[in-house]
């Protein structure tokens, strides 16, 4: 399983159950990587998406609390358990842990690798971050890209792989 993310500096991902950042080449390369495959998330983070909906062309697996929670194309699960064990089978390189906080934290160890997108910039405001994954033993760089600059920021991708698993 790997997880995708959009960080700041502070390793803030969200603001009021929103994104930091609208960064168009990130959302690309979130969607080519993502295309085909499962992603599991929060329900928070399916009702930020337009209109609510779940991503097209890729398994949704939301994870709720709330047993009455019901939408359209989407599997819903009570945990982070009950949503890798929906998603057995899944190639491990088509199964995406893509938010939000919580979620991240609860499967981030069972992760082979984290596809992050580094923004050079302090998010003001931001109340839900992302594990430093600099300061997880067993966390390292596989490779950083060059810098990309877009809507008025700078932000490189930086692909993590556990050496633990």
């Known amino acids: 399983m790997n997880a995708i993310v959009v960080v700041d500096r502070n390793w803030a991902i969200g603001r009021e159950g929103g994104l930091l950042y609208s960064l168009p080449t990130d959302m690309k390369r979130f969607r080519s990587l993502t295309i085909g495959g499962t992603v599991i998330l929060g329900r928070k983070t399916l009702d930020s998406f337009p209109g609510g909906r779940p991503l097209p062309k890729r398994r949704n697996i939301v994870i709720t609390r709330n ?87 700078t932000y490189r991708f930086v692909d993590y792989v556990n050496t633990k698993l």
């Open 67 to 153: 047993v009455d929670f019901d939408r359209e194309g989407s599997e819903i699960v009570a945990s982070p358990q009950a949503a890798v064990e929906l998603a057995a089978g899944t190639e491990d390189d088509k199964l995406w842990v893509i938010g939000g906080g919580s979620v991240y934290a609860a499967l981030l160890s069972r992760c082979k690798r984290v596809y992050l997108t580094k923004v050079d910039d302090e998010a003001p405001g931001a109340d839900t971050f992302f594990p430093n994954l600099d300061k997880l033993p067993g966390w390292e760089i596989e490779v950083t890209s060059e810098p990309v600059e877009e809507n008025g920021v």
